[in-house]
Each structure stands twice: as C-alpha cells, then as structure tokens.
C-alpha cells in the first residue's frame, strides 16, 4: 500500500502500483533523450518507487548512477526543470565535486499529474476503486 496520495478535482486518491507503472511507461515511452530519459528514470526510482515525493541526492551519485559526467548531469537537470518535469532544490554554497552535499530533487507537480487522468480513465472502465479511503 502506498503512502503517497494526490489531491485531483477535490478528491483524494492514493497512488498505487499500477499509478507508478503508467508513469514508467510514461518516461520510457516520451520524447526524451537519453540522457533525460535516464534522469528521469533515477529520480522515480529514488522517489515515488520508494514511496517519497523527494529525496536528497548528491550530484556525484547521481552522475554515476546515470551514468554521465557531472557537466552534462548539470545540463540535463536545467533542461528537465525548464521543461517543467523535474524540480530541484539545489544544495547551497556553490559547485563543489565533495560527496557531501546533497541537493533535493522530484518529479514535478506537472508531470504528476500528466499520468492522473488516463490512470483515473483505466481505473474506472475496469471498475477499480481509485478513491483514497
């Protein structure tokens, strides 16, 4: 059972499995690069997988997880936030390569409730209950 829950025209309804694999399937089916596609994959996994709207990841886990250099980890990151799909709260005091500073990231609200529709839509053609008890 998830402990994560959305609020969606005045209902509340708890984001399950099937939620979390619409939204995979989301990731690996969009127009994205590589290199945002796996981003965005890291992120979910550190985040709704594990029941969390966030986590704090350091850039040089995150990088090596991904599997790209820092740079390009930094580029891919701007690129995702301003396509409103990724948000970051950056760690304070600068660039630094220590793997002591963490910055918090998630999956934007918008991208979150790009999946909420069509998971809704499935839900109810099958006769799933979706509201969050």
């Known amino acids: 059972m998830s402990k994560l829950s959305v609020t969606y025209h005045g209902e509340k309804y708890e984001l399950d499995e099937f939620y979390k694999s619409l939204l995979f399937q989301r990731i690996m089916d969009g127009d994205f690069n590589r290199d945002e596609r796996d981003v965005l994959l890291v992120i979910f996994r550190?985040?709704?997988?594990?029941?969390?709207?966030?986590?704090?990841?350091?850039?040089y886990w995150l990088s090596k997880a991904v599997g790209i250099g820092q740079n390009k980890?930094?580029?891919t990151l701007k690129q995702l936030e301003a396509k409103g799909l990724l948000e970051v709260e950056h760690s304070k005091g600068g660039r630094t390569n220590g793997n002591q500073k963490f910055s918090q990231f998630s999956l934007a609200n918008d991208f979150i409730f790009l999946i909420v529709d069509k998971?809704?839509?499935?839900?109810?053609?099958?006769?799933f209950k979706s509201s969050y008890e």
């Open 46 to 59: 550190k985040t709704l997988h594990f029941d969390k709207w966030y986590d704090r990841l350091g850039i």
């Open 73 to 75: 980890l930094r580029q």
């Open 119 to 127: 998971w809704l839509d499935i839900k109810m053609d099958n006769d």
